[in-house]
Nanobody, 122 residues
Framework: QVQLVESGGGLVQAGGSLRLSCAASGRTFSSYAMGWFRQAPGKEREFVATISWRTTNTYYSDSVKGRFTISRDNAKNTVFLQMGSLKPEDTAVYYC???????????????WGQGTQVTVSS
C-alpha cells in the first residue's frame, strides 16, 4: 500500500513558477514509478509527467515539455514537479500517482493522491 499526499499548489501569475511535492508513505515507495496528472474543470484527467523508480527515465506530455521537470527523492519518499513558465491553461487540480511501471496511461496507476489546486492568472 502507498498513500500519497500532494502539496505546493496555489495561485500564481502567468510566467511564474511553482513546485509541487507528493509525499508517500509505505516502505515500497522506491520500487514504484511515479506520475503527475492534472484535471481542469470540465475536462478529463490528463497525463503530465512520469519518472521511473530508478529516476533514469522521465517522460512528459508535449504541453509541458521544456517547462516542467519531474524528480524524486527516494530517501525522503517524495516526488516533485517543478513547473515554470506557467500559463493560464495549466490551471487544474494536479494529482500524483504510483505505478509499477512508468506509463502515460491513467489505468496503469494503482494509487492516487487527493490532488492540489494550481491556478494561473493571466
Amino acid at each position: 500500500q502507498v498513500q500519497l499526499v500532494e502539496s505546493g499548489g496555489g495561485l500564481v501569475q502567468a510566467g511564474g513558477s511553482l513546485r509541487l511535492s507528493c509525499a508517500a508513505s509505505g516502505r515500497t515507495f522506491s520500487s514504484y514509478a511515479m506520475g503527475w496528472f492534472r484535471q481542469a474543470p470540465g475536462k478529463e484527467r490528463e497525463f503530465v509527467a512520469t519518472i521511473s523508480w530508478r529516476t533514469t527515465n522521465t517522460y512528459y506530455s508535449d504541453s509541458v515539455k521544456g517547462r516542467f521537470t519531474i524528480s524524486r527523492d527516494n530517501a525522503k519518499n517524495t516526488v516533485f514537479l517543478q513547473m515554470g513558465s506557467l500559463k493560464p491553461e495549466d490551471t487544474a487540480v494536479y494529482y500524483c500517482a504510483a505505478a509499477r511501471l512508468a506509463t502515460r496511461l491513467l489505468s496503469g496507476y494503482d494509487y492516487w493522491g487527493q490532488g492540489t489546486q494550481v491556478t494561473v492568472s493571466s
